[in-house]
């Protein structure tokens, strides 16, 4: 199966989304199953894991709801308290769902740089692997240092660094960010998600001259073996729309093997996230 390992729904509301700026006026609207299943047909996607992007309980369960409805919804990453106590109780409800593949918290918009290696926070990741839960690391590059000692506390967790963890593309700077890619990529616990990066460039103006250097030297770090597609729709539509996005990925691709091209369209998704 071909597979996006990384797009959103939701209901638009501008209390629950207030993240959504005046420049963003293509994400004020519903995005809902059915529009991304027009999406993927189009673009020889045979199925998607749906990702948070409001953190509540609430979207956790309707993205597992949507999951239960549309057989291409192949698996969720969900948001949880994960510094609360309630944690558990939680894990504990929902880890036999079987639409339940991860958890993401939003450590991008965290105002300490370091908040991941909070204690409180890594306790609850602590409470994952038992219940066979993916965590999905969303971070600014500027992260990407803590993040890398963060890992290195949880060796059995399964890992998965969201958009090549959001480097500078706009100001075309590469360092830090390229050393701290390889050595992120030692760990073999982590995978990485080729998405989310024409929306770090100039969304009006960018080209795949500015974004080829980041995309070859993340797929040189973590190998085919451990990069998977991603759309990143409805939020890509800032910069790119969705067909435009995955052909310029196998572009990116299109000098590996068909069985690594098989690997980074569908098969590292199935393997990190258990399909």
């Known amino acids: 199966m071909k597979i996006d390992s990384h797009h959103h729904f939701w209901k638009y509301d501008p209390v629950t ?33 749906s990702v948070q992007a409001d953190q509540s309980m609430r979207e956790t369960d309707d ?3 949507h999951a239960n409805e549309h ?15 309630e944690l558990e109780g939680l894990l504990e409800r929902y880890a036999s769902n079987p639409w339940l593949k991860g958890v993401r918290h939003v450590v991008q918009d965290e105002p300490d740089d370091r908040f991941i290696l909070g204690d ?20 600014y590059e500027r992260q990407l240092g803590a993040s890398i000692e963060f890992v290195d506390r949880h060796p059995g967790q399964v890992f998965v660094l969201d958009h090549v963890a959001k480097p500078r593309i706009g100001d075309q700077v590469i360092e830090p960010w390229k050393t701290q890619m390889f050595d992120m990529a030692k760990r073999e616990n982590v995978y990485c998600k080729l998405s989310g990066m024409a929306t770090e460039a100039d969304w009006q103006s960018w080209t795949k001259e500015d974004l080829w250097p980041y995309m070859e030297i993340a797929l040189e770090a973590f190998g085919p073996a451990r990069m998977m597609l991603g759309s990143d729709w409805p939020v890509a539509r800032l910069a790119v729309e969705y067909g435009d ?3 310029l990925c196998r572009e990116s691709i299109s000098s590996l093997s068909e069985t690594e091209r098989a690997l980074v369209e569908g098969g590292v998704a199935a393997q990190a996230y258990d399909l």
């Open 17 to 49: 989304y207030s993240w959504m700026n005046e420049k963003m006026g293509v994400l004020k609207k519903d995005y809902q199953p059915e529009d991304l299943k027009a999406e993927i047909n189009s673009s020889n996607i045979d199925g998607v894991i």
């Open 63 to 65: 993205l597992l709801k």
């Open 71 to 85: 057989s291409f919804i192949q698996g969720v990453v969900g948001w949880f308290p994960l510094a609360e106590p």
């Open 120 to 139: 409180a926070f890594n306790a609850g990741i602590r409470r994952l692997k038992p219940h066979n839960l993916v965590y999905d690391i969303l971070i």
């Open 245 to 247: 996005w995955m052909n």
